[in-house]
């Protein structure tokens, strides 16, 4: 691990100058340039100071940092049934996100499962069909092209009012599908 390295990463995400950092540390410029530059290694004390004044924890410090994945094909996606119709997860373990997005596609007449209230929200946007959201006592209809943004603090479900099937980009927040 390349200690020096990870500290001017840090102070530069926190928009810090070496000597900002010095100072903050009671340390000299000097210092904190060996350091970056592993000419020096810091004692466990003074590499707590700089950790502080970073605001970084021990832990994520040593964390060993892998890269995120950010884009996701067709391999990636996986299926499950909901009411009549059927789930594509588009994010895999989106369930440790904040939001969960997948595509609902219904067959003609077909209907999800029926969502029970939660805490959160729920964007859809009709990619091809026609739909009609049945949300408490009342219900919605949209076409594709069209967007629709529910609180998850009414039962609801989705029905495909439409001749052939229904296709949804469906959004919940938090994850919870």
């Known amino acids: 691990m390349n200690i020096g390295q990870k500290i001017k990463e840090f102070r530069l ?97 077909g209907s999800s499962d029926i969502r029970y209230p939660f805490e959160g929200e729920e964007f859809g946007y009709v990619l091809e069909g026609r739909i009609m959201i049945t949300a408490g006592d009342y219900s919605y209809k949209a076409k594709k092209g069209e967007a629709f943004y529910i609180t998850g603090d009414k039962e609801h479900k989705i029905v495909n009012v439409s001749s052939g099937k229904s296709k949804i980009l469906w959004v919940t927040t938090p994850s919870n599908f």
């Open 13 to 109: 995400q926190r928009g810090l100058t070496q000597e900002d950092l010095a100072g903050r540390c009671e340390l000299t410029k000097g210092y904190i340039s060996q350091l970056e530059n592993d000419i020096s290694s810091p004692s466990i004390a003074t590499l707590i100071d700089i950790l502080n004044v970073l605001g970084i924890t021990p832990q994520r410090f040593f964390a060993e940092q892998k890269e995120e994945k950010i884009v996701f094909s067709q391999s990636d996606f996986f299926e499950s049934q909901n009411g009549d119709g059927i789930n594509i997860w588009l994010i895999p373990n989106s369930q440790k996100n904040e939001m969960e997005p997948i595509i609902l596609i219904l067959p003609e007449n």
